[in-house]
């Protein structure tokens, strides 16, 4: 790509990179290290987290299209703004409570206001793209979310061990409600939808798209998967004897390996298609996510880590342009919102199994477990046609 291509790319993304980058920094001070926190410091039981986990899971697969369709009729920006509102709110909720059920709705109401602000956003920038350059100009603002996450989850280590939780989730309601500045003053954003386009439904995608249900059907293996490993990323570094300090190191290199390489697979998908990318992505999560879970000394997992983030760059570029070719001049918030409703409701269960398999398991049969069923979505997204 040209100079002038990727600048044309990066104006595209404009205020919403921004606020993305704040939103990124706002969750991931806390999410990598909310396992341990419910596990080690709370000294929850593994059912408790899976049910704390699932909350927060349907809460944002549920708000998905929902948020996709007020979006396309009634502009991006008043969902995403709700959105922080709501993260804003829960995180406060979050950082003066330790019961489990008061946990359980502040999840449930972060996660309404996370799904409907990445579904807005996302949406934003893939309409910005246009089908041709989707995965450039998705990529540029998702690298800002990245970037945000990348400091957030280096931020939430030192800060959760230097001033305790509640601090934490104070600090990550405070940013949320700052990134609502540069969404209220994001350009072109439109709300343009007629009553046909707003009334499709998951039902009419999945029967008559068939590319739209591969997809579907490959993701939610994919996201069972992942769900059920992620909240034992930061329990498999506790264990190794690493501080909540370590902890955040490792996530923040997980996440600056993804910024470094997530605009190079835009490109990539840009050019060649998401499709390829998409299934070599499910294919080299399975190697990477054992790797880690193997991991036995902080340089390892450190290595381990630069591993994942490679491989994870990979996918939201690669669905999104996927989708941009699926909606066909349909509105791209409703086709968004249902992909992720679908993927996220199906493989909400992933953490609740996880939960229960920690009471018999070692953590590297939950990493085994999540990645076989995570290869079973390859044989679906084959599947689809480019």
Known sequence: MSTESFTSALSAAGFSTIAYFLVGCS??????????????????????????????NLSFAISALPAGRLSDRFGRRRVMT???????????????????????????????????????????????????RTGTVYGV???????????????????KQLFGSEALFLLSSLISFSAIIPTIILKGDKSKTSSEESSLSVKTLLVKDRNFRYLSIGLIFHAMGYFMLFPFISVHASDLGLSDYGIGIVNSTWILSMVFTTVFWGILIDKFGGREILIWHLITSFPSWIIYV??????????????????????MPARRKLLAEIAKGREVGAIIGSLDLVTNVVSIPGPMIAGILYNYVKVSGIFWIGSLINMIGVIFLLKVKS
Do not use: Q, R
């Not at 419910?38 to 000294?43: A, N, S, V």
């Open 294 to 315: 193997y991991s036995w000394d902080f340089a390892i997992i450190i290595l381990s880590a630069v591993i994942m983030g490679i491989v994870s760059s990979m996918d």
């Open 82 to 132: 709700l959105g922080l509102i709501l993260m804003g709110l829960s995180a406060i909720i979050m950082a003066y409570t330790k019961d489990p059920i008061i946990l359980s709705i502040a999840c449930l109401i972060y996660g309404t206001g996370y799904g409907s602000f990445i579904v807005a956003v996302t949406a934003y920038t893939v309409e910005k793209g246009g089908v041709k």
């Open 141 to 159: 603002a998702l690298s800002g979310g990245l970037l945000g996450n990348v400091i957030g989850s280096f931020m939430g280590g030192s800060v």
């Open 27 to 56: 969750v991931w001070l806390w999410y990598p290290l909310f396992g341990k926190y419910l596990i080690k410091d709370l000294m929850l039981s593994g059912e408790t987290l899976g049910i704390i986990m699932t909350a927060y």
